[in-house]
């Protein structure tokens, strides 16, 4: 089974603080994306890799920054959180097939900027 | 710009009854995949179902079919003999040369399930 997880289910910080968010999987999976889920917006892509140390621009990445060094591990990185980025994040993965191919999902983090 | 419209917010149903979720998109692409996905409460989002849209059957997983309407842009998802389980946000999502390779989700539905 594929299993993608993330480093945290809930997290609360400040408002200018610097927000790590990371997530592993072990499917050795080439590519990796992250999601913003908002409610009644579905989700929206922030960011996705599709390989070590190459990163592509989603639908809404400003405010956002990603790192993947290893090929088992994505990080999304929130320079200075702002009150908008509180929401529900979600990394996924996929094989060689790309974006066509099934996605697998993390459990989520559910950040709150205060 | 391409849309995935999910035109229930809210659907419930008996437990053991069917149940249609409906989902329609637009694109001018004739090649393209749909996917259905289920986000249990607190839960991990998994595949439900996927269809190719050069494929003319209906794609079918166990007690989860769809009713793909390429003519007109439909991507319905029947759930048959809803159980308990089944309760989740459902989301449906298409992805194409013209979506910028990447899914374009809908809002999603949520699926109440009454025991």
């Known amino acids: 089974d594929v299993k993608v997880t993330q480093s945290s289910r809930y997290l609360v910080k400040r408002t200018g603080e610097k927000v790590f968010l990371e997530c592993v999987q072990d499917?050795?999976?080439?590519?990796m994306f992250w999601y913003r889920q908002d409610p009644g917006l579905g989700l929206r892509l922030i960011y996705f890799?599709?390989?070590?140390?190459?990163?592509e621009k989603g639908d809404i990445p400003e405010g956002y920054s990603v790192s993947r060094e290893k090929k088992e591990r994505f990080s999304l990185i929130l320079e200075s959180a702002s009150t908008n980025q509180t929401s529900m994040y979600l990394c996924a993965s996929s094989g060689l097939a790309g974006v066509k191919d099934t996605q697998y999902f993390g459990p989520g983090t559910r950040l709150t900027v205060l | 710009a391409q849309t995935v419209t999910q035109s229930q917010p809210e659907m419930s149903v008996q437990e053991a009854e069917t149940v249609t979720l409906s989902c329609t998109y637009d694109?001018?692409?004739?090649?393209?995949?749909l996917f259905w996905y289920k986000q249990p409460p607190s839960r991990q989002m998994i595949l439900v179902i996927r269809?190719?849209?050069?494929k003319q059957q209906n794609a079918t997983e166990n007690r989860f079919s769809v009713n793909f309407q390429k003519a007109a842009k439909s991507f319905s998802l029947k759930i048959s003999d809803s159980q308990l389980g089944d309760a989740a946000m459902y989301f449906c999502?298409?992805?194409?040369?013209?979506?910028?390779?990447?899914?374009?989700w809908g809002a999603g539905t949520k699926l109440i399930i009454k025991p």
């Open positions: 999502a298409y992805f194409a040369a013209d979506s910028n390779y990447q899914l374009i």
């Open positions: 694109t001018s692409e004739s090649d393209y995949y």
């Open positions: 890799s599709y390989d070590v140390k190459m990163k």
């Open positions: 499917m050795d999976h080439e590519n």
């Open positions: 269809q190719e849209a050069y």
